[in-house]
């Protein structure tokens, strides 16, 4: 692959990843919101319907996203041995430089934590607001 190739694949990469992180957040933010006006007026069949589905939306995206990052940091190793050639012009993409690759290979653990944390906090803000007694 040319240098070019190497750096649109990893901008390509890049964009994919924000797209699936972007639909996670506004997922969350919805659940969010449907807590905040809804919760105290579903049924328990129908909060049941929601966390399920929710659950399901969740579980999806977030290993989307972890997916995701981890073809981003190996596609970040690929660069990083691309750029140590003589003739490469790679060298000012992050993955290049030393030490990039250790903490690349964080980001996806890194965000399945994040995720999981996110998923649990949401849970329990339905529930929260459910349970909430009117001031």
Do not use: H
């Not at 250790?102 to 459910?130: D, E, H, K, N, W």
């Amino acid at each position: 692959m040319t240098d070019y190739e190497y750096a649109d694949l990893f901008a390509s990469f890049l964009t994919a990843q924000n797209a699936l992180f972007a639909n996670y957040m506004t997922m969350v933010f919805a659940m969010l919101t449907a807590s905040w006006f809804l919760a105290k007026k579903l049924t328990p069949l129908m909060a049941a319907v929601l966390l399920f589905i929710y659950s399901i939306w969740s579980l999806t995206i977030a290993v989307s996203l972890c997916s995701a990052l981890g073809d981003f940091v190996r596609l970040g190793g690929v660069i990083n041995e691309a750029a140590k050639r003589p003739e490469s012009g790679l060298q000012w993409i992050g993955p290049a430089s030393d030490g990039a690759a250790g903490y690349m290979q964080l980001i996806p653990a890194q965000t399945a934590i994040l995720c999981i944390f996110v998923y649990v906090v949401s849970i329990a803000f339905f529930f929260i607001v459910r349970r909430r007694k009117e001031a």
